[in-house]
């Protein structure tokens, strides 16, 4: 009977190991599935970051051309410059170069239009216009190739695919090849990307009239929900008595922080645009829209602010004799503005990234140009970014991804400003 | 621009009537600020306000709505040559009334006999009537400032309280801003609920609400095939709840196992490191996810699908085989991932500050019982942080509703009231998108079932928020 105890012990304990192997497994197990969901969500981070990358650098790349052209007296007519054609007068130059004559239809030459870019002719008339001396003489002009040769030159078109399936054929590609191997073509920094603003080629699209459009509606944007966020988070937070109509404003904030964008837009179409008549698709509208969505987060990140500030230092104000008013404006909002900057900054960051509102006030017309004023059409970074993404030349695809580099760019720089503030500023009380 | 030198002079005007008060009452007790009630600058700023707003308040109301107002009289008495035109042509004709008055180009409409003369009469009224509206605002932006000097001015006295009176209007822009949050939901409701009462006029809610079809298509001629358009948007429904639930498939567990980790076993060095990094997938703009999804995410797993589909074609599976053989770029699946993708910061973030809101205490007590940690964590603290999930979960739910740009991009326009992932559906979200870019007639159904849309995005949101906001609030009282 002594050992009785002895084996229920031993029984015991054996079961009791058995179950804390199969506990430990489960333990390994868990901690593995947490460690993979964390692994997960990073890989799609490197993916979807290194796949817009991949996808967009080559955008940042320029192969352009450079061609002098004799300026034919026997084709641009000295009383009509504007009526020349002076794509087809580059086309037939740079085939000559080639050694390749054309034949009576032209059909060799309106070939060589395709892999050159119209800016070519432009920039030739411009000259032209403005000295027309230079007719009878050679002129030099450098613009970019087409962005169907392009995609060539960076091996997005290859030679391999069937002729009839790729927008050029195979004597496009010779030519191209011979253009390059003849030292007429250079290849360096896109600038253009950066300074141009949307065209319908491709190869002269960019981003600049979408920064300057950006720019605008984010100073529109900052005008009116900042100082507006500002001062309703700290008439609730110091001055509000608590009781009904300050309990409906509270509720009402943390509502509007919650609200589809997309029902912004609607408000902005509804009363912006139909009632108030703000110009459509103007900065000065995109800004008020955005202003109101952005106006919840201000007021909430202000709020958190201002709490963080310890009631010290009301107290000590009020005691040397300092009103309520100047108890906030001249301690307790300076001592929250790091905290207030910050979250200003990241709902403003997080306003040029929106685009959903602004599809729905006409943001996504075709903007040739800089935005002429705060009520004049304009289009943004974002709306750029869904407009290339919609059109059906290639090309723009690679402009999409670079446009959204660029766009990356500005959230990261907005973020970075954020963060610097707060770690040089922030206060431990 | 007028109105921008108007608020200069203003500005200046009020300056200086700031310095003649400040030296007023500094003057009335001989230069010595200790006489004084409030500091000096406070009776300066008393007169300041009182000159300053509401001239500069006129001045904007006419720059804002002098159009408005302008074009409301030049409508109110109008001429009998109109009687011919339909109400679509009056509104070109005052349009052009006042863009002629203003130097402008006209549309192209040509104008015969009584109706050039009354267009004429139009562009002088619209003259006259605009140049009535700004100098009269002018007049009485003067008048207000005057008055103002006249009323405040006087009242400078060593003894009178300025520094309060300058607090009220303070409090006064406190108020304003604090109602502007306010305003902003009168105006959303307002907007929705009125453009969608037009809708209903011509659709009936119970069509809306519970028909099969969905196909706003508004004919060209009245007679035509289908003229009026199916407005039954059950279908969008579906496919916004299918969506969702894709994107919650994946981040729900995604984001909860990396909360419970990087709250539980995380090191603090592995802590600043994966957070900020997942603060940057939150910061990611939609438009940037809808790209992804448009052109990496949904080729590839059409080719996947397709890839099996060729695999299986000719075997026991083939009508499954053809099927998958077919599937396009515009997957409910591929949305769905993306949007889960895009969630995954947002519920892993809100799941770690309520999973760190439970007390230290309740862990201690259950290790020292004996527990592992991942005992600890399903059985102690995920139960008490079971409503603030749940919550978190909630507020997911809520974004992927409302999210628009990645099903704009990524999912289809093809409304079809199916369940099936790798089909093409539609969201409420996509439809008010395609319904409202383009050319929009304010009057026609198809326009208005946008806001009918809206609406119905906002109450689902507002009360899926609410409930939400409701459970968080209860939670965090328990621990407090």
Redesign the interface.
Known sequence: MTDAPMSTSATLRQTVEARLKV??A??R???A??????F???A??TV?LG??VS?GYTTFLEYSLTVPVYVDPARVDRTDISGANFDLLIADQVLGRLGIKDDDFGTQSSKMMDILSNDLGFQLLQKVKANPSLIGKTVSVTGPVRADGALYYKGEIKKSTPEDERKLDNTQLQWLDKMKSMGMVSSGFNTGFLTKSDSTEPEQAGVWGAIVGSTMMLIVTALLAV???V??A???EE??AKNRWTD??EV?????A??????????G???FI?W??VPRSSPLLGGLVLA?MA??TV?IATRSALKAVPPSIREAALGVGA???QTVFHHVLPLAMPGVMTGAILSM??A?????PL??IGM?SFVPGVPEGFTGAATVL??Q??IW?NASERAF?ER??GA?MV??VF?IVM?LAAILLRRRFERRW | MLTWVALLALALFSGATFFAARGKALAAVGGRPIGLHSLPGYYGGYVALWVAVPAALILLLAA??G??LEAGLLRSSESSALQALDAQQRDVFYNDAVTLSQGGQPSETVYEGPQKQALADAVSKAKHLRSQITYGALAAAIALALAGVAFAYPKIRPDFRA?NQV?TW??G???L??????L??I??VG??V??SWRFFQSVSPVDFLFGMEWNPQIAMRSDQYASSGAFGAVPLFIGTFLIMIIAMVVAA??????A???S??ASPLARSV?KP??E??A??????????A???VGPLFREFFNGIGGLLIGSGLDGLGQYLSQVQNQMALVAGAVMG?ML??FV?SLSDDIINAVPQSLRDGSLAMGA????T??KVVLPAALPGIMAALL?AV??A?????IV??AAGLQAKATINPLDTVTTV?VQ??TL??GDQE?DSPKTLA??GL?LT??LV??IL??IA?RIVQKYREQYD
């Open positions: 506990r430990h489960q333990e197990r868990f901690r599935y947490g460690l993979a969901a964390i997960v969500a990073l799609f981070l979807l796949r817009i996808q100082p507006i966020g001062l309703a700290t008439y609730l001055f509000a409906i404003i009402n904030i943390n509502n509007l919650a609200v589809p964008s997309i029902v912004y837009g609607l408000l179409l509804a009363v139909n108030l008549h109101l106006l919840p007021i009103s309520k008013t960051a997080h040029l990234g929106e685009t959903a599809l729905m996504v974002p709306v970014v869904f993404e695809h999409t991804a959204i766009l990356l959230m973020n | 804002g709505f159009g408005s520094r607090e303070i409090a822009l406190f108020i801003c604090s109602v502007t949050a306010v902003t939901t105006g959303i907007s929705l009125w453009e567990p995604v984001g909860l196992f990396s419970i980790y990087l539980e076993y994966v990094l997942l940057i997938l910061g990611v703009p939609t438009v940037v996810y809808g790209f992804f448009a052109l990496t993708v995954i910061p892993s592992t940690r991942s005992e964590v399903k507020l809520s974004r509703v409302g999210e628009t740009m704009t991009m979200t008010i998108v409202l870019t304010f946008a806001f809206g995005l906002f949101t507002l928020n609410i906001l």
